[in-house]
């Protein structure tokens, strides 16, 4: 079984400030683990992922995230904030076995303030 | 590649009209994925398919529920008869089976039910 815990529905961030989304996960087999973005009225957006290769995973718009097995950890960081991050992030888990089905966390709504 | 592609982007129906909404998976992939979106109860996964097969419905709300997937290039999820709790967003999602499982958004078919 699988599943997802973000912490934080709302996070509020000054224009410039570090960006930390947090996602802790639960797996039975090695996990890989995805960030979505959701932009207001749009679908979910990959923005990065992690397969077992490099722990420290680079994505789009600046965003990584380090997978720590010992933390059952997966955060999503920015160092500098910007407006257009204003948008709703969703960790989700997935593993061999799991047929292909992606289990998603409750998502957090990201505020960028000037 | 066109993305996963959803018609229509809107629907407005009065309760008790038949609903058909239509989704057609990125070319290659093998995995469909249909998903609701409310504010109330965030996105939930309602049914998948492997290779046009369903695999897991468990997550359709009701009998006025269903979900086809003829072939390998569409997929229609239908609500008949439907009521005004079914206004949400649903989404469409699908991926390659083999692999890493990322799946990729389709942008969602608003239905609002008066």
Redesign the interface.
Known sequence: AQSVTQLGSHVSVSEGALVLLRCNYSSSVPP?L?W?VQYPN?????LL?Y?SAATLVKGINGFEAEFKKSETSFHLTKPSAHMSDAAEY?CAV?GAG?????T?G??TRLQVTL | DAG?IQSPRHEVTEMGQEVTLRCKPISGHN?L?WYRQTMMR??E?LI?F?NNVP??DSGMPEDRFSAKMPNASFSTLKIQPSEPRDSAVY?C?S?F?RG?????????TRLTVT
């Open positions: 890989y995805f979505y749009q679908g979910l957006q990959l992922k397969t969703f997935s799991t047929a292909s089905k992606l998603f409750t998502g | 996963v995995s994925f965030g996105l996964l998948y492997n695999i897991d989404f999602a991926s089976r890493t499982y990322e799946q990729y958004f389709g942008p969602g």
